[in-house]
């Protein structure tokens, strides 16, 4: 069950690396508007704010790196920012989009859980 969760939390960090790499780089691209259903107008003014977001999204991977890392030693780091990320998919899922209850919150939960119980 160990490598199980840890498979997973390697899964919700490369997301979070790539929700960084959209938010900070392809924003206004074309990519980043499709992905995020929005104008090249209001990219370009939410862009500064995105960029803000995305670096908070590599900060998440970086931790559950980091845990990953430090193998059954890095328990806490990764129930830390599992819970992170399940309370803001939560939140984003409520305020900004129903999917991000699915591509965030899920897989969070799902990791979290597993942590917990493979110890």
């Known amino acids: 069950m160990f490598v199980l969760s840890a498979i997973v939390v390697s899964v919700v960090a490369l997301l979070h690396v ?3 790499i959209l938010e900070m780089f392809l924003w206004d691209k074309p990519i980043g508007l499709k992905v995020f ?3 090249r107008e209001k990219a370009e003014a939410t862009k500064v704010l995105a960029a803000n977001q995305g670096l908070y999204n590599g900060f998440i991977a970086a931790g559950l790196l980091w845990g990953l890392l430090q193998g059954a030693e890095g328990t806490a780091f ?3 920012f599992l819970s992170c990320v ?7 899922g409520l305020t900004a989009s129903r999917k991000i209850l699915m591509v965030q919150a899920l897989p969070g939960l799902i990791g979290l859980l597993l942590v ?3 110890g």
């Open 18 to 20: 790539y929700f960084m």
């Open 78 to 80: 990764k129930v830390f």
């Open 116 to 118: 917990i119980f493979a």
């Open 37 to 39: 259903g929005q104008s």
């Open 86 to 92: 399940v309370v803001a998919g939560i939140f984003g």
